[in-house]
């Protein structure tokens, strides 16, 4: 059963144009996560916020920018894409703690051209 | 710093086989350890998770792990595989303290039929 939607499910455009993917949650969790999944699967965290607060800035491009309205939506936006960001961007939320579990949305392809 | 491997990126079984999928993790302090499945072009589902206790942990669809201090491993095994459980499994290790998950570079299961 999904509860964690992600818009769009893809999205194709070209070096230096801006994106915005959504995600929204609804089960009621508090901290909510960015992750990118390269073409190898491979899973890097991007941020985190928790009651709508940044507690997780790994290192990346400044171009990339994460939004949060309120503890059930966590946007991220990427200021002039370069082709390295084609790649899937998962969201994911839990409750508070080291020991809650991951729920992860669908996912949004991103493919630059 | 919390670091986890899986040394096998493809695992390939018949159908009915058993199945041990291996992970090892470094971290110096108290840590959650998780395994979570990703089927082609979805986003990730949690099988199951360690954090104190009872060493074998049971998860969903006949999964299980062992949890080895010693080792520092935490296995994911399955008695009789089915094509189904074909997708990419990924181990987690978080420190007992912190908000960050840490993935393994993943392990693409195939079952034949």
């Known amino acids: 059963e999904t509860a964690v939607f992600q818009t769009p499910n893809y999205h194709v455009t070209q070096v230096g144009n801006e994106v915005s993917f959504n995600c929204k949650q609804t089960l009621g969790h508090d901290t909510m996560y960015w992750y990118k999944q390269d ?8 941020f985190s916020y928790n009651n709508k607060q ?20 966590l946007n991220l936006r990427i200021k002039s894409v370069e082709p390295e960001d084609s790649a899937v ?11 809650n579990t991951l729920y992860f949305g669908a996912g949004t392809r991103l493919s630059v051209l | 710093t919390q670091t986890v491997s899986q ?5 390939t079984v018949f ?8 992970c090892n993790y470094s971290y110096g302090g ?21 954090y104190s206790g009872n060493p074998v942990v049971q998860g969903v669809n006949g999964f299980k792990a062992e949890f080895s201090k010693s080792d520092s491993s935490f296995h994911l095994r399955k008695a009789s595989v089915h094509w189904s459980d074909s997708a990419v499994y990924f181990c987690a290790v978080r420190g007992s ?10 392990t693409s299961l195939l079952v034949d039929p």
Request: proline residues 2%; aromatic residues 10%.
């Open chain 2, 7 to 11: 040394s096998d990126a493809h695992v």
């Open chain 2, 97 to 106: 303290m912190g908000y960050k998950l840490t993935f393994g570079t993943g």
């Open chain 2, 30 to 50: 108290s840590i959650y350890l998780s395994w979570y499945i990703q089927h082609h072009g979805r986003g990730l589902q949690f099988l199951l998770k360690y």
């Open chain 1, 89 to 99: 961007y998962l969201c994911a939320s839990s409750l508070t703690g080291g020991e």
């Open chain 1, 54 to 73: 940044l507690i997780v800035n790994e290192t990346v491009p400044r171009r990339f920018s994460p939004q949060s309205s309120d503890k059930a939506h």
């Open chain 2, 15 to 22: 159908e009915g086989d058993s199945v041990e999928l291996r």
């Open chain 1, 39 to 46: 073409s190898k699967k491979l899973l890097k965290i991007m």
